[in-house]
């Protein structure tokens, strides 16, 4: 494996070119652009914030959703805010069984001083999707984002375009144009303005207006190893559209890149009036199976042909771009997406921006720094756990409710561990760490109480274990590891227990545990599995989770777990096939 740090790259493409009086430096970026699960990416310029660049994603069970990620120099990209930050603004998560449902793609627009996200909730299970139009003036405050306008959405992928006379339109999979009325959430019977070059999965649109014709981008080909973009324009909205004879205009399909999947572009300028675009890929390689963070934020630059067709720089994991001077000033308390997580859940203090559930937490089941229990997260373990199966995962209360938390795997290796006070009294009560997609496919080294090993002649003597238990259910992986169990050794208890997540390499993660105080000593590998069990499968939209969890395992045990000295860090990302790279 070969691992070089980012200022060996640094220089690659930095190159000087002259434009009239102007000197322009080109300089090195690197794919993905937002690492780590934002999947769908959509992003606006908008030169009245400060020359500031704002992208959002879909986060489908993923709660709070629709991140806001902030730039000025399309490399350096901090969390602002999240559009969905309030149960109250989307309860009916809890109505939700299949894993993929939940906040599908989203466009996110500027006019007249407001940002405008429109999105919609699926929800397989009904057959029924319901439109979402967020609002606020002010991105980087959770709260000011308003309670969603609701419309009836008869198609997924919803763009929002605003005409020049002040007309708004949604264009939506398919290609379908409708207009909206913000005032009733009403919108115009849609009509049918591209087929597109294949008629596969017409997904994504876009609209842009520039030089006189209207742009339709979208992505064709399907979510996958086919997936590509594809673009028509006209000088009438309601078309006819004119195919590009060139498309494709942007796919990795049936190259040997690493990155793959690519579609699901949406186009912005920056500042200088350069164009790029943003786009969604998998880190997979063509063989497609293994890329555990699932559908990643990539950034390409964009120029325009004399004959006004945009033509895309292929996706790579280090490209050259123009030059944007670097920047971090950004406002906010969010991070940015490469800085790590250093969190001691100290008194008064509040559970980080980055952090997230599936679906609403009950929020009474994480309490930070409880009375007894300073620097610590208390979490109340759930009825439910997160290996659910086929046979519960769609119960009822039991799927709402999963005492679970958790950041993105942002880098494809990285160091995750927390520290674990548990002392269970009960038969099954669980508590530990996860690499978790959804409920059918995730990897967990828990603290669980079982019935002592050596207790055959007297079957009530419980003692914690560790377990390791990966759950393959919905995973295309053969080879999922049995479960393992081996007793707490008795001198490791009393005090907290170090639980670790490492990827080691690009395919498998292992899990440690170790004493802490002044037993700790060299961590005990208790598990390792690939990472292709979190990999597609019945979670092909998601991305990889990190977190720790605490459960009943439906027993009737209620011990809580306190969680301290939460840590991750990036270690290195793959940018081409077996080359990674340090920060
Ligand atoms: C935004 O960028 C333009 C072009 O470089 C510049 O003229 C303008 O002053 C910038 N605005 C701010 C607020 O920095
Ligand atoms: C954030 O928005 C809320 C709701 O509009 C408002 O009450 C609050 O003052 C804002 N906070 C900041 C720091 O602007
Ligand atoms: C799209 O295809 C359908 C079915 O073949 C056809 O009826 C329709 O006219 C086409 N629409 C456009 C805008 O090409
Ligand atoms: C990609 O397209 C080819 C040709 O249409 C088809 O045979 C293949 O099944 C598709 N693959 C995926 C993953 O959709
Ligand atoms: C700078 O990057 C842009 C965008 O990729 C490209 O079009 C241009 O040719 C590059 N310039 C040089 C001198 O490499
Ligand atoms: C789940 O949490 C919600 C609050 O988000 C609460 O109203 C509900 O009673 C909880 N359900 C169970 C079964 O604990
Ligand atoms: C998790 O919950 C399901 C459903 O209640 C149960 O069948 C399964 O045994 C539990 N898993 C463990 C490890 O206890
Ligand atoms: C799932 O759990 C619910 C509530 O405990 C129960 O009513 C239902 O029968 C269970 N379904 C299956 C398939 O086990
Ligand atoms: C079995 O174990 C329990 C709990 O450790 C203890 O209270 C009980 O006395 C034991 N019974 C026998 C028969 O040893
Ligand atoms: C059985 O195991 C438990 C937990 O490891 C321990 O506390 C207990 O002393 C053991 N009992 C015997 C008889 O070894
Ligand atoms: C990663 O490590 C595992 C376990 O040691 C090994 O089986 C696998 O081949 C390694 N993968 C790569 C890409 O080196």
Redo the contacts with the bound molecule.
């Keep these: 494996m070969l691992a070089l740090p980012k200022a060996f790259f640094a220089g690659l ?1 930095a ?1 000087s ?1 002259v434009q009239g009086s102007s000197v322009e430096q ?1 300089r090195t970026m690197y794919n993905p652009a937002i690492p780590g699960w934002h999947s769908d990416p959509s992003c606006v310029f908008v030169a009245e914030r400060d020359n500031t660049t704002f992208c959002t994603s879909s986060t489908f069970l993923l709660t709070p959703g629709l991140p806001i990620h902030a730039s000025k120099d399309l490399t350096n990209w901090k969390l602002i805010s999240h559009a969905l930050s309030r149960e109250s603004q989307y309860p009916e998560f809890d109505q939700s069984l299949a894993q993929s449902d939940g906040i599908w793609a989203a466009t996110i627009r500027y006019h007249l001083g407001t940002f405008y996200i429109i999105t919609i909730y699926n929800n397989q299970i009904l057959s029924k999707q319901t439109g979402l139009i967020f609002r606020t003036t002010d991105p980087y405050n959770d709260s000011a984002w308003a309670d969603p306008i609701r419309y009836d959405a008869e198609f997924i992928d919803p763009d929002l375009f605003w005409d020049d006379d002040g007309t708004a339109y949604v264009a939506t999979a398919g290609t379908n144009l409708q207009t909206i009325d913000f005032e009733t959430g009403r919108l115009s019977k849609p009509r049918t303005i591209w087929n597109g070059t294949t008629g596969i999965f017409l997904e994504g649109p876009h609209i842009y207006r520039k030089d006189g014709y209207y742009y339709l981008l979208v992505a064709e080909g399907g979510s996958g190893l086919n997936h590509s973009v594809t673009i028509a324009r006209s000088t009438d909205i309601w078309g006819p559209y004119e195919g590009y004879e060139r498309n494709p205009i942007l796919t990795n399909r049936g190259t040997a890149e690493l990155f793959q999947n690519i579609g699901h572009a949406d186009l912005f300028h920056d500042k200088n009036g350069q164009w790029w675009a943003a786009a969604l890929a998998w880190r997979s390689g063509p063989e497609g199976q293994t890329y555990p963070m699932g559908r990643e934020t990539v950034v390409t ?1 964009v ?1 325009w042909e004399e004959n006004g067709w945009p033509v895309f ?1 292929p996706v790579r994991g280090v490209e ?3 030059s944007l001077p670097a920047s971090r000033d950004i406002p906010g308390d969010g991070k940015f997406i490469d800085e790590p997580d250093v969190v001691d859940f100290r008194p008064h203090s509040t559970i980080p921006q980055n952090f997230g559930y599936w679906r609403w937490p009950d929020r009474a089941a994480y309490t930070v720094s409880p009375l007894g229990h300073p620097n610590t997260l208390q979490l109340t373990p759930s009825f439910a756990n997160i290996t659910a199966g086929w046979a519960n995962y769609s119960a009822g209360y039991q799927i709402a409710n999963l005492t679970m938390i958790t950041r993105l795997q942002t880098a494809t290796l990285f160091q995750y561990s927390v520290d674990v006070s548990f002392a269970p009294t009960a038969r099954d009560e669980e508590a530990g760490v996860t690499v978790f997609l959804n409920q059918v496919q995730n990897i967990n080294l828990g603290i669980v109480m079982l019935p002592a090993s050596n207790s055959t002649t007297n079957s009530t003597s419980l003692a914690p274990h560790f377990r390791f238990l990966a759950s393959g259910l919905g995973s295309d992986e053969k080879h999922v590891p049995a479960p393992s169990v081996t007793p707490v050794p008795p001198s490791w208890l009393g005090r907290p227990i170090r639980l670790s997540i490492h990827a080691e390499n690009a395919t498998h993660y292992t899990f440690y545990a170790s004493a802490t105080g002044c037993q700790s000593g060299e961590p005990r590998a208790l598990g390792r599995a690939p990472a292709t069990i979190v990999s597609g499968g019945m979670g092909p939209f998601t991305g990889a989770l990190l977190g720790v969890y605490a459960t009943s395992n439906g027993g009737a045990g209620s011990t809580p777990a306190y969680v301290s000295r939460w840590r991750y860090q990036n270690v290195a990302q793959e940018v081409v096939r077996g080359e990674f790279i340090t920060e």
């Design positions: 493409f190159s070119i080109n630059p120029t720089a050259s771009g123009w």
